[in-house]
């Protein structure tokens, strides 16, 4: 009888993987201690099961401060992107993304970015959602990182913003609560700006939070986020 051959694991799919264990927290443990990714993507449109990743922005934050150095964003080729609604909000043209790398490419690379980490970024259950769909496509896996939404954040944070109990009470933008907190907005609806202006309302909002409760914040301190 012929053995089986084992199905060849791709590497990415192994790496990202490796990092599962890594990524999932235990409620003591201190927020310093995570390896944090802040994403923001860029999209087609607001539908998650067809529009498609234009481009993408990630910063690193470790041990309380975000790495500059570390910052990356890619422009993703669609081939048949068009200039419609979502193009005058973000300003990506079918021109521009012609010239991106292919979506395949791009994914591999934040995968890799994302093993062992916790994901976070504002309403980034849509964020997560698309990549997701995109990491299924590509590698026939899904998103697994552990993720810190920053809007749920500040309502749990800042009075302006608490929940309200009304059903239909929808979580602040980041324009809101930048204003709110005296953080200067950089680039809008850029991928790279977004992520910029995300790490620094998480941070402000962990100083905050951080000096009410008297001590190091630790992962029970974050809102859930399930996805």
């Known amino acids: 009888m012929w053995p089986f051959k084992k199905k060849a694991v791709d ?4 790496e990202y993987l490796a990092g599962r264990s890594r990524s999932k927290p235990g409620s003591r443990t201190p927020i310093d201690n ?34 500059l150095a570390k910052m990356r964003s890619w422009l993703v080729y669609q081939s048949k992107a068009c200039a419609n609604d979502a193009v005058a909000v973000h300003g990506i043209t079918p021109a521009e993304t012609a010239r991106g790398d292919p979506e395949r490419q791009v994914i591999g690379d934040v995968m890799r970015l994302l093993s062992g980490a916790v994901l976070v970024g504002h309403h980034i259950g849509f964020d997560a959602a698309v990549l997701d ?13 552990p993720m810190i939404d920053t809007a749920l954040l ?27 907190c005296g953080i200067p907005m950089m680039e809008r609806h850029t991928a790279e700006g977004d992520v910029f202006t995300t790490t620094e309302l998480f941070l402000v909002l962990c100083a905050r939070r951080r000096k009410r409760l008297g001590r190091p914040l630790e992962w029970r301190d974050m809102p859930a986020h399930r996805h």
């Open 154 to 180: 500040a309502m749990g944070e800042l009075e302006a913003f608490r929940r309200t109990g009304y059903a239909n009470q929808r979580p602040p933008g980041l324009e809101e609560l930048c204003a709110h």
């Open 34 to 67: 995570l390896r944090l990714v802040v994403l923001d993507a860029e999209t087609t449109g607001l539908v998650v099961e067809s529009d498609k990743i234009l481009s993408l922005a990630a910063a690193e934050v470790e041990g309380g401060r975000m790495h």
């Open 11 to 14: 590497p990415v799919v192994e």
């Open 133 to 145: 769909v995109a990491m299924r496509k590509h590698f026939k896996t899904r998103l697994y990182n």
